[in-house]
Every structure is written in C-alpha cells, then in structure tokens.
C-alpha cells in the first residue's frame, strides 16, 4: 500500500511521465488490481478455498514488490533523471516500461488473491447462527477498515517519506522486507483458523439459471389457471442455512430456470435430480443469480463515491509537487503524505461512531440507534460532491498565485490541500464501510467472496470510469497544438478546476440516482434453521411490505 499511495510520485520523478499518460497508468493498474478479485473469488470458491488463495496473492506480491525494489535499485531499468521538471524529459525505451510493468502485473496478480479473500476469510471466523457471532460480525467490518487504516498511517509516514527524501531503494525493500513477515505470522496462526472448503464458484451457476430461463423463455406463467411446480429440493435447506433464501418477487423470468415442464421425468432423472444443469435449475440458484442483479442499483450508486475519491490519488497529488511543501528551512513534505489525512479522518470517524455515538446513543434513546446503510451512502455522496467542490476552488487558488509568480511551483502551502483530502476519507468512511457491509451481508454466505470481489470490483470499474471521463473531457477541450484542460506536464498550464467542478455535478446526479432509486432497493432476506425444529423459520422474512421498505430500513435479525 506503500507504493499504491506514492505510485505516482515514483513514476513522475523517476520514469519522467507527465500528464494523461500518467495518469491513464495509475488508474488503469489501480483498476486492474482490483478487478483481478473477480479471478481470485473464482480460483478460492473452485480451486484452492480462502486460505490457500491468500497465501499465493502474498507470494505474488511479494515478487511483484521485490521486481519494483530492482528498478529503484537498478539505473538500467530507469530513463536518466530529470532536473528540470518544466522541460520535456527523456521517456522510458527499450525495457525499461515492460519491466516496470511486469512488477506491477505481478502486484495487481497478488492483489486479485487477496482483496476477495481478506474479508471473507475473516468473516469465516465467526459463528452468525448465534446473537453474539453476528453482533460481532457487523463490528468486525467497522474494527477492519479502523485497524487497517491505523496500520496504514503508521507505515505511510514512515516509509513514504524515506522513499521520497532519503532512498527509492530503501523505501521500497522495506515493504518487500514487510511482506516476507507478513507471510510468515500468516503461517504461524494456520492452525487456528476456522476453514470452509471450496464449494464451486457461483458464477457457473449464474450461468446455468441465464441459459436455462433463456431456453424456457416462451413459457408464459401467467396463462390460466395452470399452477407450475419448481425445483427445489429439500436437501439444499437442510445442510447449507443460506442457500434457502426469501423468494424476491422481482426478476420473475428468471422463475422460468426452475420451471419443471409437463413430464418431470424430461428433467429429473430417478433420483429426482436434474438431467441437464443448464435447462433445469434449482430454486436457489435463481435466488442467487437475483440477490446479485439486485444489488447493481446500488453498486452503480457506489461508483460516483469512488471516482471522487479516486482523484486524490493523481490529481490531488499532481497538485502537492506543484505547491509549497517546506516547513521551516529543511524539512519538505512527501506529497503523499497528504493520503494520510484522509486515512485519520476516516479513523477518527469510525472511532467516533463505534466508541461514541453507538453506546451513548444506545444509553439515552434505550435502543439501537445506528445509521442506515441509506444514511451513510447518501452522506458519503455529499461529502463527495463537497470534496470536489473544495479541490475546485483550492486548484484556482494555486495556479492563480503560481501564474502571478511566474513559477512551477504555486507559494500557496500544501496544506490547502487537506480539506480536499479529509472530505475524501470521509467519503470512504460513510459510502465505502456501508457498501462493504452491504455487499457482504446481503449475498448468501457461501457466496462471501463474490461479495469481497464485488466491492473492490466496484474500485476498479470507479478508476476505469474515472480514466475514461479524463481522457473524453482531454479530447474535447484539446485544440490544435494544445493541451487542452489535463494532458499538460504543467498544472499551470491546464484547467484542472473545471473537472473537478464536472466530477462534482456528476456527484449530484449520482445523488438524485440514489435518493430516487437505488435507494428503494429490496434486501435479499436469509433463512435461519432453528435447532430443534424439522421445518426452517424466516426470521428475516420481509415479504412484499419489506419489499416497499427498501434499503432505508434495517432488517431484524434474532
């Protein structure tokens, strides 16, 4: 994380790039990174299950880590530095680019195991048919994000500051010198985890319920009086609690993949299992395939946070290396130290609301007074649009005082930035925690790590998006012989400040979006079997009038 913080520093000072091929690189890998999860969900479901496949994206990264120490270590793998930051500098040739992009295959490669895998593996140690496991469940994910973040601003500080102002080479062994311990206290607790062997991957199954509901298409369910039978056989309840889930109303066509037609014995053989899995299909596997379709309402909402708050990871920090980083006479400020504000803020948030607000809320009202997930989306929206807003302005106010000078660098201090960069790490406390949980707890357990893989799938679609929205408005406002508002090497030069006022106003349609629509989106309930009892009970059963509810409402779980 280290290197994904100061990744545009490193390849702007020591690969010489500039402008939209920078960041295309960063967004584009930061994209991949996160949409290699889907491949890891799919290898831990089919392949290796949750552990091994954490272990092997380690490895990975471990080797994609040692490959980008070499090109710090290296001068071959590097162009010749350039001094002179407002002139044309030499590019990368021959290798230099294939292997730096190589190292950062092998990281992205690594990532894919273990983004999916981290949170669902941790999940998988607590027991959810008990009060207390759940409890602790929906704490776990807030005490995540807090540790992780904790554990992040320590390291930033330290290690991105000796890879900007003291070495490349050692700021960057160190996490490589990081990753070997990691991998080695991952090891020393193998005997204690609580491990869930891999079940086959989800999206074959989706598959099957798409083809065979297309096959059956022509069915109409609602001629007559005629009642269709379904397949859903029993056993499925009985040994796996969370693949008997409410029925959701919505997405009927999909009914048709479990449609028994007129002679069972064309679709079940004499055990009363299906002849062909891709013509008849279970009744939870159609729920499956509908609890995923129902969630992109709210997954596209998610998107908008994302591209705001992936501006400060390239734009924001374009903006710092063109301001005043000095404090006193000696000390200058790595700029991806800014990252870190928006680290505490979400720190200081989550700290807020799980140590304060929670128990105090509880004490004075007398019950349970936590946030919706609808409330801490919509707020995460606005303080993105906030954000973009505010990096608005502060860009007028440093190329404005820079072009008054007559120089490179703004004398406006980098600490304007900060406003910019909190406001971003509140957008993750609010809209990124509640996706998150989510995700997690609205797909069915045996489907965790698609849900893992669905949240960083959301980061990766967030940078493509935001890739593709840079490189239109580059095209549009580029004239002859001209930069247009980013493609210059100088900031000073560009129009920064009008993307980021069109990334606010697509922040508020996103906002309408939510509030309107993605908003009144169903949960998929789950069954719970009720130990001493042949028949399962719905203790979250929602029906219709759930159905009308929507996201805004909180499901009682017992």
Request: charge should be negative; charged fraction near 15%; hydrophobic fraction near 45%.
């Given at each position: 994380m280290s290197l994904v913080a100061n990744l545009t520093m490193y390849l702007r000072t020591k690969y010489?790039?500039?402008?939209?091929?920078?960041?295309?690189?960063?967004?584009?890998?930061?994209?991949?990174?996160?949409?290699?999860?889907?491949?890891?969900?799919?290898?831990?479901?089919?392949y290796l299950g949750r552990f091994r496949t954490l272990l092997f994206g380690t490895i990975l990264s471990l080797l994609g880590m040692v490959c980008m120490t070499l090109t710090a270590g290296i001068n071959k793998l590097r162009p010749p530095p350039c001094h002179d930051q407002q002139s044309q500098c030499i590019q990368p040739h021959n290798m230099q680019l294939p292997f730096l992009f190589t190292a950062l295959g092998l990281i992205a490669l690594g990532a894919g195991g273990i983004r999916p895998c981290n949170i669902a593996f941790g999940a998988d140690q607590f027991d959810t048919r008990t009060k207390n496991g759940r409890a602790q469940?929906?704490?776990?994910?807030?005490?995540?994000?807090?540790?992780?973040?904790?554990?992040?601003?320590?390291?930033?500080?330290?290690?991105?500051?000796?890879?900007?102002?003291?070495?490349?080479?050692?700021?960057?062994a160190i996490p490589t010198a990081c990753f070997v311990v990691s991998i080695t206290i991952f090891l020393i607790g193998r005997h204690s985890y609580i491990y869930k062997r891999p079940e086959g991957t989800v999206f074959v199954d989706i598959a099957k319920v798409v083809v065979a509901a297309f096959k059956k298409r022509k069915i109409d369910l609602k001629s007559?009086?005629?009642?269709?039978?379904?397949?859903?056989?029993?056993?499925?309840?009985?040994?796996?609690?969370?693949?008997?889930?409410?029925?959701?109303?919505?997405?009927?066509?999909?009914?048709?993949?479990?449609?028994?037609?007129?002679?069972?014995?064309?679709?079940?053989?004499?055990?009363?299992?299906?002849?062909?899995g891709w013509r008849l299909c279970s009744v939870n596997?159609?729920?499956?395939?509908?609890?995923?379709?129902?969630?992109?309402?709210?997954?596209?909402?998610?998107?908008?946070?994302?591209?705001?708050?992936?501006?400060?990871?390239?734009?924001?920090?374009?903006?710092?290396?063109?301001?005043?980083?000095?404090?006193?006479?000696?000390?200058?400020?790595?700029?991806?130290?800014?990252?870190?504000?928006?680290?505490?803020?979400?720190?200081i948030w989550i700290f807020i609301y799980e140590q304060i607000y929670i128990p105090n809320a509880k004490r004075i009202l007398k019950r349970e007074s936590k946030l919706t997930m609808q409330q801490r989306i919509t707020v995460g929206i606005i303080t993105s649009i906030l954000c973009m807003v505010v990096a608005g302005i502060v860009e007028e106010k440093r190329q404005e005082s820079a072009l008054k000078r007559g120089t490179?660098?703004?004398?406006?201090?980098?600490?304007?930035?900060?406003?910019?960069?909190?406001?971003?790490?509140?957008?993750?406390?609010?809209?990124?925690?509640?996706?998150?949980?989510?995700?997690?707890?609205?797909?069915?357990?045996?489907?965790r790590s698609v849900a893992g893989a669905i949240f960083f799938l959301t980061l990766s679609f967030g940078s493509y998006l935001s890739s593709l929205i840079v490189n239109v408005i580059h095209c549009v406002t580029k004239g002859k012989g001209e930069n247009g508002w980013l493609g210059g090497h100088d900031l000073n030069s560009n129009r920064l400040s009008n993307y980021y006022y069109i990334i606010a106003g697509l922040e508020a349609v996103n906002l309408i979006y939510f509030t309107f629509f993605a908003s009144n989106?169903?949960?998929?309930?789950?069954?719970?079997?009720v130990v001493g009892e042949e028949e399962l009970e719905l203790e979250n059963?929602?029906?219709?009038?759930?159905?009308?509810?929507?996201?805004?409402?909180?499901?009682n779980r017992s």
């Open positions: 010489n790039l500039s402008g939209i091929f920078l960041v295309n690189v960063v967004q584009i890998w930061a994209g991949s990174t996160n949409i290699l999860s889907i491949v890891g969900a799919i290898v831990s479901d089919v469940l929906e704490s776990f994910f807030n005490w995540w994000y807090f540790s992780f973040t904790i554990a992040l601003v320590i390291s930033l500080s330290g290690v991105v500051y000796v890879q900007t102002n003291i070495s490349w080479l050692i700021g960057l007559g009086n005629r009642e269709y039978s379904f397949y859903d056989p029993i056993e499925e309840v009985e040994f796996d609690i969370d693949k008997s889930l409410n029925k959701v109303k919505r997405f009927k066509c999909l009914d048709k993949a479990a449609l028994i037609t007129d002679d069972p014995s064309d679709e079940l053989d004499s055990r009363g299992k299906p002849k062909n596997q159609v729920e499956n395939l509908k609890c995923l379709i129902g969630i992109l309402p709210v997954w596209i909402s998610g998107l908008g946070c994302f591209v705001a708050m992936d501006q400060q990871s390239t734009f924001g920090v374009l903006q710092a290396i063109q301001m005043n980083r000095t404090i006193g006479k000696n000390f200058v400020i790595p700029p991806a130290w800014l990252g870190i504000t928006s680290m505490i803020s979400l720190s490179f660098v703004s004398p406006l201090h980098v600490v304007a930035l900060i406003p910019q960069f909190m406001l971003s790490g509140l957008t993750e406390a609010f809209a990124a925690v509640a996706l998150m949980e989510f995700f997690t707890l609205q797909i069915p357990e045996k489907m989106f169903v949960h998929c309930g789950k069954a719970i079997k059963n929602m029906g219709i009038k759930d159905e009308e509810q929507g996201l805004g409402q909180e499901n």
